[in-house]
């Protein structure tokens, strides 16, 4: 060990790395966990597809067997403490849900830990090339190449039968010592060599070695991960039930409030069922459930007989399953809320009314400008679907086509240990998974109603298209986040390989 040390000693720092002229410069980076990416520890990943494989089950066992990994790092290899973390996870589970897990999850964390000065060289070269060992290549591959602009991935091969990962590695091993080097040979060419490698363990030594540079990373660098702004290409949409990455920390706390969380959430839901407005505004408060109204908030009748005028239609950017209950717990009025795949309990619960939209405009449009006849007042988000980053996705410009009555609302959720959304999971959980948040809380600000001058009234001369991107502009300025020109379609596609419709 004290060999080991004193020959990685010998290797300058990664911030050593002046930049020069590296336009035709091959990078090879031997690791991703902890050279790379600033964490040393492979763990929090495997935990992140563990459960969204397995759920809460697997990501137990995971744990459990995570202080036999450790013991086998130090004292018997590497290379099994990798192999028992890669079994944990992928035995028996479906290769296509791994590689679903790879594009929509894991990007998000990766790109949350990325090591500054490993980065900033990688950045000034045009090939790059990984060596990655404790994280699978099916793990690593769609985030290196597609948001990083890797040109070669070489990573261990995790063994499958009929579409089944084994939970066991290919015949060829793990790249791990000597196996780095023999993969890079033979991907890069046998007498090529590399003009930088950057490595921060000892089965590094062999592959920085083969590099006119070799650079080393410490072991405990005290830098701020790469800035969302300086990322190639930013991460809009995701997947996955976690917000926070499941350290062993984390995932133990998890896992022990996972039973509470889901009967608080039983205990939440039953509230905005049985009891009415004025009560269950504090008792969901008092149980941990928060909302905070910014705005002036415009006087509604709070009666259906009362109201005599046509209804108004909340224009509200997208965030979670309970935007429109939120709106509702605000308004302290009774609201309908269009829904599209919502679940039947996400229903069943509503204290408000709810009506299902077919995504047929002629159809949605006489059902819409029947209830605002009515006097119904209109929830609705012209995103289509949620996003979690600070974006603001395109709206649909129908609402707009539909009355002149517009008041823009822009929401804030905050989501401490689950997301409440999923484009690839059971949608039925979303309600649960919101509510087994700790303190799960919503900002609701309210805008000026648009001036008729600003719609598409007769005399505005405006299109719909014109008056929905302002709306768009005014929500993102207020959250001061961005506009966007994605759609539902482009989130769908990113991350479920659909477009977001259901049959």
Known sequence: MYIVSFIMAAFPTVDKCKSNDRKSATVVVAEMVGCLLRDGSSFPYFALVAFDVGGISRLLVLLLVWPLSRLLYYFVSESAATQVLIFTTFAGVNVSKIESAATAVLPKFYSSDLHPETWRVVSECQRRCIVTASIPRIMAEPFLKSFLGFDTVLGTEIATYNGIATGFVCSSGLLIGQHKADALHKALGAKAQPDIGIGNRQSDIGLIALCKEGYVVPAKPKLEAVRREELPKPIIFHDGRLVQKPTPLIALLIILWFPIGFFLACLRIAIVQLLPLSLAYYSLWALGVHVTVKGTPPTLAKHPMDRKNSGQIFVMNHRTVFDSFFLYLA???PITAPTYSSSRIIEFISPFKTVRISRDR?????MIKKLLQEGDNIAICPEGTTCREPYVLRFSALFAELSDQLVPVALVDHQSMFHGTTARGWKAMDTFFFTMNPRPSYEVTFLNKLAPDQTCNATSGKNSFEVAN?????????????????????????LAGNDGNVV
Do not use: N, P
Not at 362 to 366: G, N, R
Not at 471 to 486: D, G, M, N, P
């Open 362 to 366: 002629k159809q949605d449009t006489a």
């Open 470 to 494: 302002y709306v768009q502009r005014v929500i993102a300025a207020t959250l001061s986040y961005e506009c966007t020109s994605f759609t539902r379609k482009d989130k769908y596609r990113a």
């Open 331 to 333: 308004l302290g009025c």
